[in-house]
């Protein structure tokens, strides 16, 4: 036998029977604790729904489908991606085709989007392109002509043009 002396019938076997149990810290699971990313590497075709769970996704081959992410979702050089995508945060290199819902989007040079995004930012670096519709997320709200973005106290006076050009007459007068 190869896996010890003969006479040994109650000796621990080299293979485990049963599989090791994996720990997983308690709390909330945070990015740190999932370091790991799914990569659909060039030459890989999936049609269909991908969704991903703590962890990173990379893509550099060709997705026909709905992808679902709570973190980063990168689209390589030579990824395609098509039809919808939800995530956290989304960097494009490679091509992407419809619908895009993230809070944070960038298109890299040589990245390219063609559709609709809904997003709290939207970078594109020089040479990247973006062809279709952005919409805010949190649209920001409109400010009427003399409001500030900070929040008003009450009692300030909001300056308007012509509390302005009071002020600096007030002003000249003093001088001369």
């Known amino acids: 036998m190869f896996w010890g002396p003969k006479n040994q019938k109650n000796a621990p076997s080299p293979i485990p029977n049963k599989p090791q149990e994996r720990t997983v810290p308690q709390g909330g699971r945070g ?23 703590n962890h990173k996704i990379f893509i550099d081959g060709r997705v026909d489908g709905a992808i679902e992410a709570d973190h980063l979702v ?28 993230c809070e944070w989007i960038e298109i890299e040079a040589g990245g390219e989007i063609v559709g609709e995004v809904f997003s709290n930012q939207l970078v594109v670096k020089p040479r990247g392109i973006f062809e279709g519709r952005s919409r805010l997320k949190n ?8 409001q500030s973005f900070s929040k008003k106290k009450q009692g300030d006076e909001v300056a308007t043009p012509s509390v302005a050009v009071e002020q600096i007459k ?3 007068n003093v001088v001369e």
């Open 74 to 101: 990168i689209i390589g050089d030579k990824g395609e991606v098509g039809h919808r995508l939800r995530g956290d945060r989304t960097v494009v290199s490679g091509k992407f085709n419809g619908n895009m819902d």
């Open 139 to 146: 649209p920001i709200p409109k400010l009427e002509f003399g």
């Open 170 to 172: 007030a002003v000249e």
């Open 31 to 53: 990015e740190e604790e999932f370091n790991a990313a799914t990569i659909i590497a060039e030459g890989t075709y999936i049609n269909g729904r991908i969704e991903v769970k």
